[in-house]
């Protein structure tokens, strides 16, 4: 059973910034499909940043220069480093993986971008 945890959300001012963390169980990180959505109040959850096992990233476009999708393969963890942020960027944020034709999601992790 694949489980998935976030973690580091919270408050923040405009122009701060955030790390997000979702754990993963299982060495699943570094072998699938990972990404970042979220979902903002009263809105769909959007695609915020993808990493194939390739390692290569997509971001949409909103985010673009301000936040970075890695991974930590020793550690089966997904991160999400945000800077700059805005107002817009306030949300539920989760975790996806994609597991063969299986789609995983975390319980998600508030973020809150505030003056």
């Known amino acids: 059973q694949v489980q998935l945890v976030e973690s580091g959300g919270g408050l923040v001012q405009p122009g701060g910034s955030l790390r997000l963390s979702c754990a993963a169980s299982?060495?699943?990180?570094?072998?699938?499909?990972m990404g970042w959505y979220r979902r903002a109040p009263g809105q769909q959850r959007e695609l915020v940043a993808i990493?194939?096992?390739?390692?290569?990233?997509n971001y949409v476009d909103s985010v673009k220069g301000r936040f970075t999708i890695s991974r930590d393969g020793a550690k089966n963890t997904l991160l999400l480093q945000m800077t700059n942020l805005k107002l817009e960027d306030t949300a539920v944020y989760y975790c996806?993986?994609?597991?063969?034709?299986?789609?995983?999601w975390g319980q998600g992790t508030q973020v809150t971008v505030s003056s």
């Open positions: 990493m194939p096992s390739s390692g290569l990233t």
């Open positions: 996806k993986a994609r597991v063969g034709l299986r789609k995983y």
């Open positions: 299982g060495r699943l990180v570094s072998r699938n499909t």
